[in-house]
């Protein structure tokens, strides 16, 4: 399986600071029919996951434009522009281009 | 917009058989674009792919290593609605459980139901 790695863990952040959450695969998630499926989820406290971002960096419906994904092959990024307090929640990054989709562990983000 | 609702027993006993099923509202179980999924969370497992089923002219399964030989993912089209059994479960396979819809990423999910294993 590939296994996906997030950092940091723990992100303390100020209400109005960018953010910025790093995901590392343990091999390349480009899926042979050449997409990258990579997704980012945000599990406020309480809630199921919600899709944020798929596709490294589309945005999923109804989304903050807040909210960007960026990178290619095994290194990857969600960035928040400017934190609000509705932002408060775990985020985890996803790969779905192998059989066995596989999570990061997720970065508990709160304000500081 | 589509919506999952999950229903089925809190606790099960060891060695027992888990049993979940989530209702699609908005979509379709036979749908040729979309799968279900099933996927749970626990402290010490995380987030956890278990497996899938999705129709392209005929129905199709995928499951986890991890749990396969023990997880059966059945569709049901008269309600449409997907199932979950997971058999010989032990205090390991105690997480919250979730519904999913998607392949190419999981964009709905259902609320999750925390299944306790224990006697």
């Known amino acids: 399986d590939i296994v996906m790695t997030q950092t940091p863990l723990s992100l303390p952040v100020t209400l109005g600071q960018p953010a910025s959450i790093s995901c590392r695969s343990s091999?390349?998630?480009?899926?042979?029919?050449?997409?990258?499926?990579l997704s980012w989820l945000q599990q406020r406290p309480g809630q199921p996951p919600r899709l944020l971002i798929y596709?490294?960096?589309k945005r999923f419906s109804g989304v903050s434009d807040r909210f960007s994904g960026s990178g290619a092959g095994t290194d990857f990024t969600l960035k928040i522009s400017r934190v609000e307090p509705e932002d408060v929640g775990v985020y985890y990054c996803m790969q779905t281009s192998q059989f066995s989709r596989t999570f990061g562990q997720g970065t508990k983000l709160e304000i500081k | 917009q589509v919506q999952l609702q999950l229903s089925g027993p809190r606790l099960v006993k060891p060695s027992q058989t888990l049993s979940l099923t989530c209702a699609i509202s908005?979509?379709?179980?036979?749908?040729?674009?979309?799968?279900w999924n099933w996927i749970r969370q626990s402290p010490s497992r995380g987030l956890e792919w278990l497996g899938r089923t999705y129709y392209r002219s005929k129905w199709f399964n995928d499951y986890a290593v991890s749990v396969k030989g023990r997880i059966t993912v059945n569709p049901d089209t008269s309600k449409n609605q997907f199932s979950l059994q997971l058999n010989s479960v032990t205090p390991e396979d105690t997480a919250v459980y979730y519904c999913?819809?998607?392949?190419?990423?999981?964009?709905?999910w259902g609320h999750g139901s925390l299944v306790t294993v224990s006697s």
């Open positions: 999913a819809r998607g392949g190419a990423t999981f964009d709905y």
């Open positions: 596709l490294i960096s």
């Open positions: 908005g979509d379709s179980v036979s749908s040729d674009t979309s799968a």
């Open positions: 091999q390349s998630v480009v899926h042979s029919d050449g997409n990258t499926y």
